[in-house]
């Protein structure tokens, strides 16, 4: 734990949150709360919902039953509430998903001025700032394809910091990531952990979780089955399921 | 026989001017509706799409020639009266803009859904996302297409001379009357279309293989 995030106010509840795709249920009655500053690891095997649990919080997916919370805004569905609420939450995508045909501070600036209304300077001098803090301010004028996937991603976290969130959601950063570029990524979410972000990291990377995580929360089946501090959670998980989890996956790192 | 010289070429000539006009017009004004129904082919309320996808059907399911037909005595029954050209030019669009539409439809949904998705975490509404995001990426995959379907109307204005438009093709149908050398006359009108088709079509594929290889 890098700083403790007790005494925070809440920023994003999630309470008895349903989530079908057709007859498949994605989400069973999850209920979370994050305060602010918090950091929280979400794992578990494919297919568990961990991925879809953090696109409900944004709106990019839509929830059956349940309630959303995001800074005080509940998420009724109305582009009211799903604009305030994607002001204030950022979002890391597994595939960068950076806009090929724009170069990287282009791929900064935009949403600021279209979003916010910031002034063109206003918004190249706020992209610059985040490319810097990601380290990566000398590839500012190249585009997305000329870069590695490790710079790519970074971007894409700059990207998402230049809207000034208040949280960030992380959907498997660095799994399309090769392995020598893995650390380049945890390094900077690291860096953004220290500076006191919340944040909800879906992830495999057991390292990342015990050196920031507040809260681990492992998934399984669309439902939370443990939820511990990491130390807690690496050193004597409760269920027999997290305990086959880590198994596997601690045996591959 | 008659020789063909200066004044037949330069009819020739006038004929040529005609089609590339009527080309740029069915183009242009086909892009502009086109943009729309594509746009409306993607949107998330059913009756449009429902519309749109009737209208690409009807004007893909008939043939240019009907179209025109269609459209220049159809005007014409509404009691408005317009000269050949503007009937033309509106057959021309409608045509266009619904082949252009579905071609466009179909990049808008090969843009990957993962780009939608990065514009809407950003916050970006629907104009900005598919003006900045979606459409420069959807009108890159569809250039080969788009080229194509240009090659397809450039030829396709040939069709215009049935309602009176003296194009390159009806031109050189006068003159092969006037001269009876049908045989020359058809074979340079053939060459004229080929010089402004071909560069397009050979620019079409030359751009198809840059992209499969940028994709690789």
Known sequence: MLNSAKDQPTLISLEDVQKWYGAFHALKSISLSVRKGEKIVLCGPSGSGKSTLIRCINALETIEEGKIVVEGQVLDGSTKSIDAIRREVGMVFQSFNLFPHMTVLQNCTLAPMRVRGTSHTDAERLARKYLERVRILDQAEKYPAQLSGGQQQRVAIARALCMEPKVMLFDEPTSALDPEMVKEVLDTMIGLARDGMTMICVTHEMGFARQVADRVIFMASGEIVEEAEPEVFFKSPKHQRTKTFLGEILAHH | ?216
């Open chain 2, 1 to 216: 026989m008659g020789p063909i010289g200066e004044n037949e070429f330069f009819f020739l000539m006038q004929g040529l001017k005609w089609t590339v006009l009527l080309a740029i017009v069915g183009f242009i004004g086909g892009g502009i509706f086109g943009i729309l129904i594509a746009l409306l082919r993607t949107s998330k309320t059913k009756v449009a799409r429902r519309i749109t996808a009737g209208y690409i059907g009807v004007f893909q399911g008939t043939p240019l020639l009907m179209q025109l037909f269609v459209v220049y005595y159809g005007v014409a029954l509404l009691g408005i009266e317009v000269n050949a050209w503007i009937a033309v030019a509106i057959a021309f669009t409608l045509h266009a803009s619904a082949f252009l539409g579905e071609i466009w439809r179909g990049s808008i949904e090969a843009v990957p859904k993962g780009q939608t998705e990065a514009a809407n975490a950003l916050g970006l509404h629907y104009v900005s996302r598919m003006k900045d995001v979606i459409l420069p990426q959807a009108l890159k995959i569809s250039m080969p297409a788009t080229i194509g379907f240009l090659v397809q109307l450039i030829k396709g204005t040939s069709l215009a001379a049935i309602v009176g438009f003296i194009e390159l093709t009806r031109a050189g149908q006068i003159i092969s009357n006037q001269t009876y050398r049908p045989l020359l006359v058809f074979g340079i009108v053939g060459a004229i279309y080929f010089i402004i088709c071909w560069p397009l079509s050979h620019a079409g594929s030359g751009l198809e293989k840059r992209m499969a290889k940028a994709a690789r």
